[in-house]
């Protein structure tokens, strides 16, 4: 299939322009930044929030609680794998070159990049995260999906993406990580709470809050024999 419009009048096309023009005013320290940022360094945030939220999920008041918000985390990154893998025929569809490839005034940051530009996959992979965070927690979800924003703006900014590259990964990654989060769920919960209740694994999914008392035994029921005893005295 032919790519989108590439003509200049194109408000993709002009958005595109606008937001790599930045870089070329930049100083070459910052752009250096927004590169590795854009290519390395909002995802591995992304990974250390899921982490963060895995973290607090574990301390959850009881066994099943933490279990339930644990799959909830567990959904975020599979989302995202899974987004990528339905973006593989999306892209051999479309089949739209990169933004340089047909403006080549464009100053691009990161080189090599020889795969087709609809849809991004980092887009795609921080908005699912994001996206799947939310489901968890709406606070880290929050911050995800901001990381996802930045994310899309950078691709933009070091020229690798058009702007409706990165909004095609926004609603692929959205789709999956809500439209299959039911699914998701009813599977990975019951995985979650066995792992819960091993021994091996109980760590993983649940931690005990400090000071928490434990469940008091309850008192043995005296024999009939010891009540006879007592009556006989």
Same mark, same amino acid.
């Given at each position: 299939?032919?790519?989108?419009?590439?003509?200049?009048?194109?408000?993709?096309? #002009?958005?595109?322009?606008?937001?790599?023009?930045?870089?070329?005013?930049?100083?070459?320290?910052?752009?250096?930044?927004?590169?590795?940022?854009?290519?390395?360094?909002?995802?591995?945030?992304?990974?250390?929030?899921?982490?963060?939220? %895995? %973290?607090?999920?574990?301390?959850?008041?009881?066994?099943?609680?933490?279990?339930?918000?644990?799959?909830?985390?567990? %959904?975020?990154?599979?989302?995202?794998?899974?987004?990528?893998?339905?973006?593989?025929?999306?892209?051999?569809?479309?089949?739209?070159?990169?933004?340089?490839?047909?403006?080549?005034?464009?100053?691009?940051?990161?080189?090599?990049?020889?795969?087709?530009?609809?849809? #991004?996959?980092?887009?795609?992979?921080?908005?699912?995260?994001?996206?799947?965070?939310?489901?968890?927690?709406?606070?880290?979800?929050?911050?995800?999906?901001?990381?996802?924003?930045?994310?899309?703006?950078?691709?933009?900014?070091?020229?690798?993406?058009?702007?409706?590259?990165?909004?095609?990964?926004?609603?692929?990654?959205?789709?999956?990580?809500?439209?299959?989060?039911?699914?998701?769920?009813?599977?990975?919960?019951?995985?979650?709470?066995?792992?819960?209740?091993?021994?091996?694994?109980?760590?993983?999914?649940?931690?005990?809050?400090?000071?928490?008392?434990?469940?008091?035994?309850?008192?043995?029921?005296?024999?009939?024999? #010891?009540?006879?005893?007592?009556?006989?005295?």
């Amino acid at each position: 299939m032919a790519g989108l419009d590439e003509s200049g009048s194109n408000p993709d096309v #002009s958005l595109l322009y606008d937001i790599n023009g930045l870089a070329e005013d930049s100083p070459r320290w910052f752009a250096r930044a927004m590169e590795f940022v854009g290519e390395y360094g909002i995802l591995l945030a992304l990974v250390l929030l899921v982490l963060w939220c %895995w %973290w607090g999920a574990r301390k959850r008041g009881t066994l099943d609680d933490a279990a339930t918000s644990v799959a909830a985390v567990v %959904w975020a990154p599979l989302a995202a794998a899974l987004a990528v893998l339905v973006n593989v025929p999306i892209r051999g569809f479309v089949e739209r070159p990169r933004p340089f490839v047909d403006h080549q005034d464009l100053d691009v940051l990161v080189k090599g990049k020889t795969d087709y530009s609809f849809v #991004s996959d980092h887009a795609t992979l921080a908005m699912a995260i994001g996206v799947g965070l939310f489901v968890a927690n709406r606070r880290f979800g929050i911050a995800g999906i901001a990381l996802a924003v930045a994310e899309g703006f950078c691709r933009v900014f070091m020229g690798v993406h058009y702007p409706t590259d990165v909004v095609g990964g926004f609603a692929l990654g959205t789709a999956v990580a809500l439209l299959l989060s039911p699914l998701a769920m009813a599977l990975l919960t019951p995985l979650t709470k066995a792992v819960g209740r091993s021994a091996r694994g109980s760590g993983l999914v649940w931690r005990r809050a400090r000071g928490a008392a434990p469940v008091a035994a309850l008192p043995e029921p005296e024999s009939a024999g #010891s009540d006879e005893k007592d009556l006989a005295a």
